[in-house]
C-alpha cells in the first residue's frame, strides 16, 4: 500500500501547482446560463415550495400546522391580509426563533407576489413562475 500511495503522490505532485495557482473564476454567468438561481433565492424556492405543499396538504402534518391563513384566527378573519392568502407569523425573542420554518415559512410566502399565492395553481406551474419570479 505505501508503494502505491508513493506512485500517486510522485505523480500529483507536479501538477498540483498548477491547479492551484489558476486565476479563479466568476461562476455568477455560469449559473445565468444555466438557470440556476443565486444560493439565498434557492433557499427562498424550497421555502416557498414546501409552504405550497404545506397549504395544498402534500407536505406531513406537523408541518402543517406551522402555516395557518390569517383568516383562520377569530379576531383577524376581516383583516385586508386575511382575504389575500397570507399566513400568520408567531412572535419569537430570539433570532434562532426567526429562523425557524415555523417563522420563515410564512415570512417567505406573505412576501410572494399575490397572483402566486391565490390562485389554486399546480405545483409545477407554481415552481415555474415561483423562478421567474425569483430570477
Known sequence: MYFSVYCVYKLIQPIAPA?????????????CQLHWLPVRQRITFKRAVL????????????????????SSHGGRCHLRSAESGQLTVPHTRTNYGDRSFAVHGPVVW???????????ISLPVFRKRLKMFLF
Open 19 to 31: 491547479i492551484l495557482n489558476k486565476p479563479s473564476i466568476c461562476m455568477t454567468p455560469i449559473l
Open 51 to 70: 409552504v405550497y405543499k404545506c397549504r395544498y396538504g402534500m407536505a406531513p402534518p406537523y408541518l402543517s400546522t406551522y402555516c395557518e391563513p390569517t
Open 110 to 120: 406573505n412576501s410572494l407576489p399575490a397572483d402566486l399565492c391565490l390562485l389554486n
